[in-house]
């Protein structure tokens, strides 16, 4: 068995990372074997070379090697591209295509961005790893195929088989064995020897004296976080070998080459979104305009009690609670009673004698009934698609239901009865 150095040597691999010399050695273990494996990691890691090393090692290093890209492949053609197809199959299946299983018959293929692959096609392969079975498109004859299959992936996996886009019998079947590369940053003590061995590389290639960087370049280097990984690396290094007249880099110059957004600090990030917010500011606006409509109701009601008794220390003993929704905290009972105003329905202020009001307070009060009669339907069916959607998410609790409408548990009990929910 050949050292993790050696290997380093053989495939170009360079980095002295713990994470980095695990990964290699697990490739060497499994080599002479014929698992199946799924190498894991960043885009732009160098998720390719591992599939390299496990076939070159293996038994079936003198059989064929295929890399194939899944994401690249057009989701109406990829089963026939990984199983073939016969004559008149499809449109423009002008004779019987060999797939890629049949062509590299005891030999290695490489399933790229395997996460991508269509469910459709998910079904075909598992059944080639169960019994190593294939169907070409369009044939009804069962072909046999002994191929070892390693995959990669960028894309978390388990958040894809919670979203249904893999199937979870085949993530089994594809990782027996899981190998995990690191992302540049987690690798702090290769980002500067991967970057003086790219340097060097261009070099040669362009016929130039090698670039170098300041010890401010180094630390700039380092502390950036590298979202690309090692692919944006040797991208960086290419461009400042080409671009720079002076081989000394100093921070200044290899700033103007990183992304604006590249530090590798640490930072809190809000990854999960709060189901009280709202999808749009459309909702948003909506929610600010109910809450309007519920406090002005609210006044209507408390202005015609104060209208009828006269008696303010009565109506203020007897509305406590709708004092205290208008203004100020909001205490929810437990049970309710059957509401005054049945189905929320705006109370319409009947004229009384001069006693008790004057012409100038009755304008008033009809220009808030012309406001009521000018609120459209569509504000209303918004209303209730936003109760419905809430109930449905706290499974018809009303009090977090109510919380996150910003509305009290009894204003949300009366729309309940008004829209006959």
């Known amino acids: 068995m050949e050292s993790i150095q050696a290997i380093k040597q053989r495939f170009g691999i360079i980095g002295n990372s713990p994470a980095l010399n695990r990964a290699i050695e697990k490739a060497i273990q499994v080599s002479p074997t014929d698992i199946s494996v799924l190498v894991t990691g960043?885009?732009?890691?160098?998720k390719e070379s591992i599939p390299k090393i496990i076939h070159q090692l293996?038994?079936?290093?003198?059989?064929?090697?295929?890399?194939?890209?899944?994401?690249?492949i057009p989701e109406g053609t990829i089963d026939s591209e990984l199983f073939g197809h016969e004559k008149g199959a499809f449109t423009g299946a002008s004779q019987t295509r060999e797939g890629y299983f049949e062509v590299a018959d005891g030999g290695t293929i490489f399933l790229d961005e395997v996460g991508e692959l269509p469910l459709t096609t998910q079904v075909r392969l598992?059944?080639?790893?169960?019994?190593?079975?294939?169907?070409?498109?369009?044939?009804?004859?069962?072909?046999?195929?002994?191929?070892?299959?390693?995959?990669?992936?960028?894309?978390?996996?388990?958040?894809?088989?919670?979203?249904e886009k893999f199937r979870e019998d085949l993530y089994y079947r594809l990782s027996t064995v899981d190998i995990h590369l690191p992302p540049l940053r987690d690798r702090q003590e290769d980002i500067h020897l991967l970057f003086r061995k790219f340097a060097s590389d261009f070099a040669l290639k362009y016929k130039m004296p090698t670039i170098?960087?300041?010890?401010?370049?180094?630390?700039?280097?380092l502390k950036h976080r590298w979202g690309g990984n090692v692919r944006q690396l040797r991208n960086i290094a290419e461009q400042l070998s080409v671009l720079e007249q002076n081989r000394t880099i100093s921070?200044?110059?290899?700033?103007?080459?990183?992304?604006?957004?590249?530090?590798?600090?640490?930072?809190?990030?809000?990854?999960?979104?709060?189901?009280?917010d709202f999808s749009s500011e459309r909702e948003i606006l909506y929610k600010v305009l109910f809450d309007m409509k519920s406090d002005l109701n609210d006044l209507k009601k408390l202005t015609l009690e104060?209208?009828?008794?006269?008696?303010?220390?009565?109506?203020?003993?007897?509305?406590?609670?709708l004092i205290q929704k208008i203004y100020g905290d909001d205490e929810d009972d437990a049970e309710y009673e059957e509401d005054t105003i049945e189905n929320n329905e705006v109370l319409s202020i009947p004229e009384h004698s001069a006693n008790h009001t004057t012409p100038e307070?009755?304008?008033?009060?009809?220009?808030?009934?012309?406001?009521?009669?000018?609120?459209?339907?569509?504000?209303?069916?918004?209303?209730?698609?936003?109760?419905?959607?809430s109930l449905e998410r706290h499974s018809g609790k009303r009090k977090l239901a109510a919380a996150e409408l910003g509305i009290s548990e009894r204003t949300l009990y009366r729309k309940i009865k008004q829209y006959d929910l």
Request: hydrophobic share 35%; with cysteine.
């Open 361 to 389: 307070t009755l304008d008033k009060y009809h220009f808030a009934e012309e406001i009521e009669e000018e609120e459209t339907l569509s504000l209303q069916d918004k209303e209730l698609e936003l109760i419905k959607k």
């Open 212 to 221: 170098k960087l300041t010890d401010a370049a180094i630390q700039t280097l």
């Open 251 to 276: 921070a200044e110059i290899l700033k103007s080459y990183l992304p604006a957004t590249g530090s590798n600090l640490p930072a809190v990030i809000k990854t999960s979104k709060s189901e009280s």
């Open 306 to 321: 104060l209208m009828k008794n006269g008696n303010t220390k009565d109506v203020e003993k007897n509305n406590e609670s």
């Open 42 to 46: 960043e885009s732009g890691v160098g």
């Open 58 to 72: 293996s038994h079936r290093k003198h059989n064929k090697y295929i890399a194939v890209n899944c994401g690249a």
């Open 126 to 163: 598992l059944r080639v790893l169960e019994n190593g079975e294939f169907l070409k498109v369009g044939s009804s004859k069962v072909q046999k195929t002994n191929v070892r299959i390693v995959a990669a992936t960028n894309v978390n996996m388990f958040e894809a088989i919670e979203k």
